[in-house]
Protein backbone atom coordinates (compact mmCIF):
# COMPACT_ATOMS: atom_id res chain seq x y z
CA UNK A 1 0.00 0.00 0.00
CA UNK A 2 1.16 4.04 -0.19
CA UNK A 3 2.48 4.03 -3.66
CA UNK A 4 3.39 6.90 -5.44
CA UNK A 5 4.35 7.24 -9.17
CA UNK A 6 6.31 10.06 -11.06
CA UNK A 7 6.05 10.39 -14.65
CA UNK A 8 8.44 10.68 -16.42
CA UNK A 9 11.42 9.21 -14.82
CA UNK A 10 13.36 11.05 -16.42
CA UNK A 11 13.42 13.88 -19.12
CA UNK A 12 15.81 16.14 -21.27
CA UNK A 13 14.34 19.34 -22.87
CA UNK A 14 15.91 21.91 -24.77
CA UNK A 15 16.63 25.72 -23.11
CA UNK A 16 13.84 27.43 -23.03
CA UNK A 17 11.17 25.09 -23.12
CA UNK A 18 8.53 23.64 -20.50
CA UNK A 19 7.98 20.24 -18.93
CA UNK A 20 5.35 19.30 -16.85
CA UNK A 21 5.96 16.34 -14.42
CA UNK A 22 3.40 14.28 -12.80
CA UNK A 23 2.60 12.78 -9.44
CA UNK A 24 0.12 10.38 -8.61
CA UNK A 25 -1.45 8.23 -5.29
CA UNK A 26 -1.78 4.98 -6.76
CA UNK A 27 -3.97 3.46 -3.93
CA UNK A 28 -5.01 6.33 -1.35
CA UNK A 29 -5.94 9.77 -1.27
CA UNK A 30 -3.90 12.63 -0.56
CA UNK A 31 -5.24 15.97 0.02
CA UNK A 32 -1.57 17.77 0.52
CA UNK A 33 1.26 16.44 -1.81
CA UNK A 34 4.59 18.13 -1.43
CA UNK A 35 7.19 18.81 -4.30
CA UNK A 36 11.26 18.30 -3.18
CA UNK A 37 14.14 18.89 -5.17
CA UNK A 38 17.63 17.31 -4.58
CA UNK A 39 20.99 18.14 -5.39
CA UNK A 40 23.45 15.27 -5.66
CA UNK A 41 24.91 14.34 -2.11
CA UNK A 42 22.47 16.43 -0.27
CA UNK A 43 19.36 16.35 0.95
CA UNK A 44 15.57 16.92 0.20
CA UNK A 45 14.31 20.78 -0.24
CA UNK A 46 11.02 21.33 -0.18
CA UNK A 47 9.80 23.34 -2.90
CA UNK A 48 5.97 23.50 -2.54
CA UNK A 49 3.22 22.19 -0.64
CA UNK A 50 -0.40 21.66 -2.49
CA UNK A 51 -3.19 21.24 -0.87
CA UNK A 52 -6.42 19.75 -3.88
CA UNK A 53 -8.20 22.19 -4.79
CA UNK A 54 -6.34 25.52 -3.45
CA UNK A 55 -3.54 27.16 -4.39
CA UNK A 56 0.01 26.00 -3.95
CA UNK A 57 2.22 27.65 -0.62
CA UNK A 58 5.86 27.72 -2.48
CA UNK A 59 9.03 27.99 -0.16
CA UNK A 60 10.50 31.62 0.28
CA UNK A 61 13.06 31.60 -2.70
CA UNK A 62 10.96 29.51 -5.06
CA UNK A 63 9.88 31.58 -7.88
CA UNK A 64 6.19 30.49 -8.28
CA UNK A 65 5.83 31.56 -11.64
CA UNK A 66 8.56 29.40 -12.97
CA UNK A 67 7.46 26.32 -10.40
CA UNK A 68 3.63 26.41 -11.91
CA UNK A 69 1.89 23.57 -8.90
CA UNK A 70 -1.79 21.99 -9.91
CA UNK A 71 -3.31 19.72 -7.70
CA UNK A 72 -6.47 19.21 -9.48
CA UNK A 73 -7.71 16.26 -7.69
CA UNK A 74 -7.21 13.91 -4.54
CA UNK A 75 -4.30 11.51 -6.80
CA UNK A 76 -2.85 14.05 -9.24
CA UNK A 77 -0.40 16.47 -8.32
CA UNK A 78 1.96 18.29 -11.93
CA UNK A 79 4.45 20.23 -11.33
CA UNK A 80 5.61 22.62 -14.28
CA UNK A 81 8.88 23.91 -15.44
CA UNK A 82 8.07 26.77 -17.40
CA UNK A 83 11.20 28.04 -19.73
CA UNK A 84 13.70 26.00 -18.35
CA UNK A 85 17.35 26.93 -18.01
CA UNK A 86 20.30 24.32 -16.74
CA UNK A 87 20.31 25.25 -13.71
CA UNK A 88 16.74 24.18 -13.58
CA UNK A 89 18.37 20.52 -14.13
CA UNK A 90 17.96 18.64 -11.19
CA UNK A 91 15.89 15.85 -9.33
CA UNK A 92 12.68 16.14 -8.80
CA UNK A 93 10.62 14.32 -6.37
CA UNK A 94 6.95 14.51 -4.95
CA UNK A 95 5.16 13.18 -1.54
CA UNK A 96 1.97 12.37 -0.81
CA UNK A 97 0.08 12.48 2.69
CA UNK A 98 -2.81 10.19 2.88
CA UNK A 99 -5.77 11.74 4.72
CA UNK A 100 -5.60 11.57 8.52
CA UNK A 101 -2.15 10.51 8.23
CA UNK A 102 1.44 12.14 9.26
CA UNK A 103 3.86 10.11 6.85
CA UNK A 104 4.66 11.08 3.53
CA UNK A 105 4.93 8.75 0.95
CA UNK A 106 7.60 9.38 -1.82
CA UNK A 107 7.24 8.91 -5.66
CA UNK A 108 10.12 7.43 -7.12
CA UNK A 109 11.37 11.03 -8.31
CA UNK A 110 12.12 12.78 -11.86
CA UNK A 111 15.36 13.45 -13.25
CA UNK A 112 15.73 16.31 -15.71
CA UNK A 113 18.51 17.79 -17.67
CA UNK A 114 18.26 21.22 -19.44
CA UNK A 115 20.74 21.27 -22.66
CA UNK B 1 15.71 26.27 15.87
CA UNK B 2 14.03 23.30 15.12
CA UNK B 3 17.23 20.98 13.53
CA UNK B 4 17.86 17.29 12.94
CA UNK B 5 21.50 15.57 13.04
CA UNK B 6 22.25 12.36 12.30
CA UNK B 7 25.27 10.36 13.07
CA UNK B 8 27.57 8.77 11.23
CA UNK B 9 28.05 10.74 7.96
CA UNK B 10 28.98 7.22 6.86
CA UNK B 11 29.20 3.70 7.77
CA UNK B 12 30.63 0.41 6.51
CA UNK B 13 30.01 -2.62 8.19
CA UNK B 14 30.74 -6.18 7.20
CA UNK B 15 27.50 -8.19 6.61
CA UNK B 16 26.77 -9.78 9.91
CA UNK B 17 27.98 -7.00 11.54
CA UNK B 18 25.31 -4.77 13.51
CA UNK B 19 24.71 -1.53 14.06
CA UNK B 20 23.42 1.67 15.08
CA UNK B 21 22.41 5.05 13.32
CA UNK B 22 21.73 8.18 15.56
CA UNK B 23 19.29 11.06 14.62
CA UNK B 24 19.08 13.54 17.38
CA UNK B 25 16.39 16.36 17.41
CA UNK B 26 15.58 19.57 18.90
CA UNK B 27 11.99 20.82 17.88
CA UNK B 28 9.06 22.74 19.86
CA UNK B 29 6.81 19.45 20.40
CA UNK B 30 7.03 16.66 18.15
CA UNK B 31 4.59 15.39 15.94
CA UNK B 32 6.36 12.35 14.44
CA UNK B 33 10.06 11.30 13.50
CA UNK B 34 10.12 9.14 10.60
CA UNK B 35 13.03 7.30 8.78
CA UNK B 36 13.40 6.89 5.16
CA UNK B 37 15.53 4.86 3.27
CA UNK B 38 16.91 5.80 -0.03
CA UNK B 39 18.77 4.03 -3.05
CA UNK B 40 20.93 5.94 -5.28
CA UNK B 41 18.80 7.96 -8.10
CA UNK B 42 15.66 7.36 -6.14
CA UNK B 43 12.89 8.57 -3.88
CA UNK B 44 13.02 7.74 -0.08
CA UNK B 45 11.35 4.53 0.54
CA UNK B 46 9.50 4.34 3.83
CA UNK B 47 10.30 2.65 6.81
CA UNK B 48 9.02 4.13 10.17
CA UNK B 49 7.09 6.60 11.80
CA UNK B 50 7.39 7.01 15.65
CA UNK B 51 5.24 9.37 17.34
CA UNK B 52 6.17 9.23 21.20
CA UNK B 53 9.29 8.39 23.45
CA UNK B 54 9.69 5.14 24.17
CA UNK B 55 7.91 3.78 20.67
CA UNK B 56 9.64 0.96 18.85
CA UNK B 57 8.95 -0.31 15.75
CA UNK B 58 10.75 -3.21 13.69
CA UNK B 59 10.57 -4.13 10.14
CA UNK B 60 13.28 -7.15 9.10
CA UNK B 61 16.23 -6.70 10.05
CA UNK B 62 15.78 -3.17 11.05
CA UNK B 63 14.39 -1.59 14.59
CA UNK B 64 13.54 2.44 15.08
CA UNK B 65 13.33 3.52 18.36
CA UNK B 66 12.53 7.23 20.30
CA UNK B 67 13.46 8.91 23.12
CA UNK B 68 12.50 12.49 24.03
CA UNK B 69 15.72 13.70 22.21
CA UNK B 70 17.05 11.01 19.77
CA UNK B 71 16.04 7.60 17.48
CA UNK B 72 18.17 5.01 16.69
CA UNK B 73 17.97 2.99 13.50
CA UNK B 74 19.21 -0.61 14.97
CA UNK B 75 20.75 -2.78 11.81
CA UNK B 76 20.94 -6.40 12.85
CA UNK B 77 23.14 -9.04 10.67
CA UNK B 78 22.88 -6.56 8.19
CA UNK B 79 22.93 -7.70 4.12
CA UNK B 80 24.70 -6.14 1.00
CA UNK B 81 21.07 -5.23 0.32
CA UNK B 82 20.69 -2.83 3.37
CA UNK B 83 23.34 -0.82 1.48
CA UNK B 84 21.86 2.68 1.08
CA UNK B 85 21.25 6.45 2.22
CA UNK B 86 19.19 6.44 5.24
CA UNK B 87 17.28 9.56 6.36
CA UNK B 88 15.64 10.66 9.16
CA UNK B 89 12.93 13.39 9.54
CA UNK B 90 11.08 15.45 11.88
CA UNK B 91 7.18 16.77 12.04
CA UNK B 92 7.07 19.50 14.90
CA UNK B 93 3.72 20.32 15.87
CA UNK B 94 3.03 23.51 14.73
CA UNK B 95 1.02 24.73 11.91
CA UNK B 96 3.35 24.53 9.04
CA UNK B 97 2.88 20.40 8.60
CA UNK B 98 6.51 20.96 6.88
CA UNK B 99 9.45 17.67 7.12
CA UNK B 100 12.82 18.85 9.24
CA UNK B 101 15.14 16.31 7.50
CA UNK B 102 18.62 15.58 8.84
CA UNK B 103 21.36 14.86 6.19
CA UNK B 104 21.40 11.55 5.92
CA UNK B 105 23.56 8.28 6.78
CA UNK B 106 25.33 6.87 3.91
CA UNK B 107 25.69 2.68 4.70
CA UNK B 108 27.98 0.19 3.10
CA UNK B 109 27.82 -3.20 4.15
CA UNK B 110 30.67 -5.23 2.48
CA UNK B 111 29.73 -9.33 1.38
Known amino acids: GAVVSQHPSWVICKSGTSVKIECRSLDFQATTMFWYRQFPKQSLMLMAT?????????EQGVEKDKFLINHASLTLSTLTVTSAHPEDSSFYIC???????????FGPGTRLLVL | EDQVTQSPEALRLQEGESSSLNCSYTVSGLRGLFWYRQDPGKGPEFLFT?????EEKEKERLKATLTKKESFLHITAPKPEDSATYLC????????????WGLGTSLAVNP
Open chain 2, 89 to 100: AVLNAGNNRKLI
Open chain 1, 95 to 105: SARPLAEETQY
Open chain 2, 50 to 54: LYSAG
Open chain 1, 50 to 58: SNEGSKATY
